[in-house]
Structures are given as structure tokens and as C-alpha cells.
């Protein structure tokens, strides 16, 4: 082999990588245009805007301090890519009490208001994002506990239930404080995890956790235009 061959070969391997890594995803990503709504295929007129509510900047921080990134992803891929849109409630309920069944993928607006998409590096647990959907319908299935008492009880142990007592997910009990009670107990204590004289109480940094967590819900529906086919699919059926 040439010496001109093998840098060529070089070039190509780490250039081809490099410009369908990095530089496509960042061309067609880096400026998201708004997208206007059509009365015809959306049944609204305006702008798409996506909802993303709770303390995001700070929980955002707190997820990546704390490496969830490392196991849980927030990627609902396509089906042509894996088998997301069919895994329970990951892609949205598929049977949600008010409007049937909300899973779709998810697109580069999802990650609106957030300085650095947490896409995921690998999926050892399961992936996030319509977590609060999940712990909503679970909650409710429970009589109407409250999600973010068990995204708490979930955060300063994985393990507190017989069958999750071989849960690998890591327990963040540092975000957690055990004050002793004087006088009247405090009314942000949370309902597990205290005693006669003690009460736990979640720190700043739980809370943004758990307020980002909860805006974990991408499935908003998208319109026509980002969702690739379903316009066609409206015009023909009409
Ligand atoms: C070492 C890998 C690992 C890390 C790091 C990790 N998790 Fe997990 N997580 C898991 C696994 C695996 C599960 C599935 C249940 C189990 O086995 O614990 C899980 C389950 C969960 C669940 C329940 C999901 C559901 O659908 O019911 C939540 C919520 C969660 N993790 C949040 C977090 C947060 C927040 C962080 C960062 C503060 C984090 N995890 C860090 C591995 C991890």
C-alpha cells in the first residue's frame, strides 16, 4: 500500500465519520426554525411551541452532575431504528384516559429550553422521557398518590420494594437531609423515611431533579409538517 493510499484511507474513515456524525446533525439542527401550524392538517393555526414546564435549567444540571445520562436515555427512536414506540408507556400511554394513545417519536424540539440535549450514552435502565406520564398513570392506579413522592421514595432508594430489591439503579440519598424534629414537624417532610424524632427532607438539588423529571413528558402532538407522513394520510382519507 502507498503511503498516499493509506492517509486517503485514513481520511475517509475518520472524515466520513466526523461529517455524518457531527456535521450533519449539527447543520440541520442548529438553527430549529419555527413551524407554523396548518388549520387543514393540525386543526390549529399559530405556532408549534413545546410545553416543557418545572425548574429545567437547574434539574438539567443535576441530571448530568449525577451521570443518569450514563444509563437512561431520552431518545424514543423511529421504528425503522429500534422498538421504542412499542415498549410499555415509553413513547406515551398508549391507552391515556383523555386522549387515547399519545406515543409518537421524539424530534429535536423536545430538547426546547435546554442547553444540551441528554440524548443518552447507553440504556442499561429505561428510557426517560415520558417518565412523568408513567409515574402519573402509576400513581393514579395507586388512588391518586402523588408522582413526585415517588420519584423521591425512587431517588433515596431503588431498592425499597420486595421486587425491586435487585434494582441496579443507584440510590442518591447525598440529595437527602435527616433533620431531627423540634417542636412542629416540618410540612416538606416527606412521608417516608422519618421516625419518632427524626423527618427526611429533600435538599435544592432533589427538588430540581424531581421538577425536571416531572416535565418529562414529550408527547405533545407535533405537526403534519415534522411528523413526516400523517398529512398525506389526512388528505386521502377525506
Ligand atoms: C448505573 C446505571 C444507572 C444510573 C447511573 C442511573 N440509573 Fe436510574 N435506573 C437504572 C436501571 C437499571 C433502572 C431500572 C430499574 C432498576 O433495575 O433499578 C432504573 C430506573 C430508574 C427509574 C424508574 C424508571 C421507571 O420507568 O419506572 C427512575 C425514575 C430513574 N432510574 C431515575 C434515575 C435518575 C434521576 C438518575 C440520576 C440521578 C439515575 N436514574 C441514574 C440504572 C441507572
Not at 447507553?122 to 428510557?127: H, I, V
Request: proline share 7%; hydrophobic share 40%; aromatic share 10%.
Amino acid at each position: 500500500m502507498s503511503l498516499r493510499l493509506f492517509i486517503l484511507g485514513l481520511a475517509a474513515s475518520f472524515g466520513l465519520a466526523w461529517l455524518f456524525v457531527v456535521i450533519v446533525p449539527f447543520v440541520k439542527m442548529r438553527n430549529l426554525e419555527p413551524i407554523t401550524l396548518s388549520k387543514e392538517t393540525d386543526g390549529a393555526v399559530g405556532i408549534f411551541y413545546p410545553k416543557r414546564s418545572g425548574r429545567i435549567v437547574n434539574g438539567a444540571k443535576v441530571y448530568a452532575e449525577n451521570g443518569c445520562y450514563l444509563c437512561h436515555t431520552q431518545v424514543v427512536r423511529p421504528t425503522y431504528a429500534g422498538n421504542d414506540m412499542f415498549r410499555a408507556d415509553w413513547a406515551g400511554l398508549a391507552k391515556d384516559p383523555e386522549r387515547g394513545d399519545t406515543r409518537r417519536e421524539t424530534n429535536a424540539y423536545d430538547f426546547e429550553g435546554e442547553t444540551f440535549a441528554q440524548i443518552g450514552s447507553s440504556r442499561m435502565g429505561p428510557d426517560l422521557s415520558n417518565l412523568a406520564r408513567r409515574l402519573e398513570a402509576a400513581a393514579a392506579a395507586k388512588g391518586g398518590g402523588d408522582p413526585a413522592t415517588l420519584l423521591y421514595a425512587h431517588l433515596y432508594d431503588p431498592r425499597r420494594s420486595p421486587e425491586a430489591r435487585k434494582a441496579t439503579c443507584p440510590s442518591y440519598r447525598f440529595l437527602f437531609t435527616r433533620h431531627e424534629i423540634k417542636g412542629q414537624p416540618s410540612s416538606q417532610a416527606l412521608p417516608f423515611g422519618g421516625d419518632a424524632t427524626t423527618e427526611l427532607l429533600p435538599d435544592s438539588d432533589a427538588k430540581a431533579l424531581v421538577s425536571y423529571l416531572l416535565a418529562m413528558k414529550k408527547d405533545q402532538p407535533v405537526p403534519a409538517a415534522l411528523n413526516f407522513a400523517p398529512a398525506e394520510a389526512k388528505a386521502a382519507a377525506r
